[in-house]
């Protein structure tokens, strides 16, 4: 038989451990929380966002956390302001652009106000009437395709499934650009992620058949991250910013 006995510090440090076990937020508490963070649309930059961000602030600091604070850093964003997806010939048609509402999910409307655009983040602003060429998934086995059929992308809108496997979104819109096209579009095929695989939202956790693909497409293994910083921008006294030298970008080998 062994005989143990536990110092007065160390019951007290197993006593402070247990509180703070005990006081972490309950399940309910984070879905309150998330109903919060979710319950009206907040694009990055908007004044929505930056409620966001003192709430989560405000409660970091409720549970006991010290030094919680804002850090500015300009990034590079884009938005969304008009979109027009139009099928010239043989006979003119204009495309839908929009989500359609489930009404018994009062959020599932949210997102169908003017003011929301569906686009991809960084992508250019432009218009551009062209050809189109179907590119699959826009693989590069996919072009290596196109290019054995003898048919051009450059100067063309090429359209591309989301496809299934993934495959990023970005890096299809980089294999059309670097073989000239003028645009891409990338949808989501209900072959991939729709009826075609069982039953959609709401019955299911397949895509409806007016989903829409969002989503950025930057270039990020040119080692942008996701969110391209402009860290050669500097804040000034006032509050401003003013952009400095930029610096050269780094080479790997």
């Known amino acids: 038989m062994i005989k143990q006995s536990i110092s007065p510090r160390r019951c007290l440090l197993l006593q402070v451990h247990r509180w703070l076990i005990l006081s972490i937020p309950s399940s309910q508490q984070f879905g309150a929380h998330l109903l919060y963070l979710t319950e009206e649309p907040h694009q990055t930059g908007s004044p929505r966002n930056y409620e966001l961000a003192e709430y989560v602030r405000n409660c970091f600091l409720e549970y006991g956390l010290e030094n919680v604070h804002f850090h500015d850093t300009p990034a590079l964003l884009g938005f969304g302001r008009s979109l027009l997806v139009e099928i010239t010939e043989p006979e003119k048609k204009k495309l839908k652009m929009a989500e359609d509402p489930y009404p018994p999910d ?35 086995e996919d072009f290596a395709e196109l290019d054995r059929l003898g048919i051009e992308a450059k100067g063309k809108i090429v359209i591309m499934r989301y496809s299934n496997p993934y495959s990023y979104r970005g890096y299809k819109v980089y294999l059309a650009e670097s073989r000239g096209a003028a645009g891409a579009i990338v949808y989501s095929d209900p072959q991939d992620d729709g009826f075609f695989r069982g039953e959609t939202y709401p019955q299911g956790p397949w895509g409806p058949p007016s989903h829409i693909q969002w989503g950025g ?27 400095g030298p930029v610096p050269a970008p780094s080479k790997s080998t």
């Open 217 to 243: 497409i930057v270039y990020d293994w040119f080692g942008f991250g996701i969110t391209p910083f402009t860290f050669h921008w500097q804040k000034q006294e006032d509050g401003t910013w003013v952009e």
């Open 106 to 140: 009062k959020d599932s409307g949210l997102y169908a106000g003017p003011s929301v655009v569906p686009y991809h983040e960084y992508a250019p602003s432009g218009e551009i009437t062209a050809e189109v060429v179907y590119a699959n998934g826009g693989s590069p």
